[in-house]
């Protein structure tokens, strides 16, 4: 994991030596409030999976533009759990509510402009999930791949609002007394664009 964000950052000092314009904007900062829809995490020491049901999400990112129609950026992640009920694993408890798990990584966007004032950008992204709770047990880490599909709106020159479907998904992680892992979970965020 860390030669992966090794890498990602050594890109990013690179992208930066390109003068790469975008109008007058080499980069876009965008934060929005959104909906996490329900999932299934899978414990593997509980042996079985755990309902999860809508959460808030609120979404924020950097994208600089390596060229006009490609960006190179970073962003971050937070919600709570909001479990379907509490568990108990050997002693440990997983309360339904109470973890906050916060997420930041790398991500590429190409940028396809639809018209003068619609702006859409498909992404992928790789980054860490981080899980913070009451129990030491909630104390997990995961592998974020994520997809998302932005919308933007022209509204002046300096402001876009946006709206942006995408997946969070973790295939690998958890802590060492168990696997923590969910299949593509659906999120809904919209928001400004500066």
Known sequence: ????????????????????????????????????????????????????????????????????????????????????????????????????????????KPKFDISPQFIFKPGVSLGQRQYFGDESFSKWKGLALDGSFELQYLISRKYKLFAELGFLYQPYGGNKDTDVTFDPNPYLVMGIVF
Not at 13 to 19: A, E, K, R, T, V
Not at 51 to 72: E, V
């Open 1 to 108: 994991m860390k030669k992966i964000v090794m890498m990602f950052l050594m890109f990013t000092l690179l992208s930066f030596s390109i003068n790469a314009q975008v109008g007058n904007k080499k980069y876009e900062i965008g934060i929005g409030p959104g909906i996490l829809f329900p999932s299934q995490v899978y414990i593997s020491l509980y042996d079985g999976y755990v309902n999860q049901k809508t959460n808030f999400l609120l979404r924020s990112y950097f994208d600089y533009y390596l060229i006009p129609q490609l960006t190179f950026g970073f962003y971050v992640n937070y919600t709570n759990t909001n479990l379907e009920k509490d568990i108990s694993i050997f002693g440990y408890k997983v309360k339904k509510s109470g973890t906050s798990i916060l997420e930041f990584g790398g991500s590429i």
